[in-house]
């Protein structure tokens, strides 16, 4: 995964946590991440955690561009070789397999040309509907790629299908798509700026991920 460009989409959900996780194996591994959050997934994380990690700005806001200013959306997408979906909300998956963009996560998506991987997690009655099947089924026909959520304790306090697949579990499948891409630009790393210097995110964290 070394020099590898990968957006992480962060939708909201209490298996976000584990989005913190998965985006330090990432940085660990030598990957650039760039971190979208939806309005609900800074509910449950702050994006300052995930600016510590990467050592690059959080985006939210679809019309407040920072980085990016002909639209976040068009230069985060061109900027990602790899964009993984972690956690999928039913609310995410819906809103990609119909091809919203009402929203800097959803709306980067449609942008995006590269392969695309969805890690759901919700409770497990929600996973059981006909219309979240239907949802992942569009999204699998679309050419989207799901990493199955696990069974287990719910935070809802049930047992069942839904558990957000381990941070271990995605950042192994990571590494399978990136042996499929063409090699990765020498030169390019993680916690760095486009400038190539350590971002005073990265410098604040100490390197602790």
Known sequence: MRGREILLCVSGG?????????????????????????ESAKRFIGATTFEALTGREVHCDLFAPSEHHQGEHIGLARRAQLAVVAPATAQTIAR??????????????????????????????????????????????????????????????????????????????????????????????????NAGEPSEASEASGCGS
């Open 96 to 193: 990609v397999a119909h091809g919203l963009a009402d929203d800097l996560l959803s709306t980067t998506l449609l942008c995006f040309e590269g392969p695309v991987l969805m890690a759901p997690a919700m409770n497990c009655q929600m996973w059981a509907k006909a219309s979240v099947a239907r949802n992942i089924a569009t999204l699998r026909q679309d050419g989207y790629e799901l990493i199955e959520p696990g069974q287990g304790w719910l935070s809802c306090g049930q047992v069942g299908v839904g558990r957000m697949a381990e941070p271990d579990q995605i950042l192994e499948r990571i590494a399978a798509v990136c042996e499929s891409l063409p090699a990765a630009e020498s030169g390019s790393g993680s916690g760095l700026s």
């Open 14 to 38: 209490v298996a976000a946590y584990k989005s913190a996780a998965l985006a330090s194996g990432l940085v660990q591994a030598g990957a650039a991440v760039s971190v979208v959050m939806t």
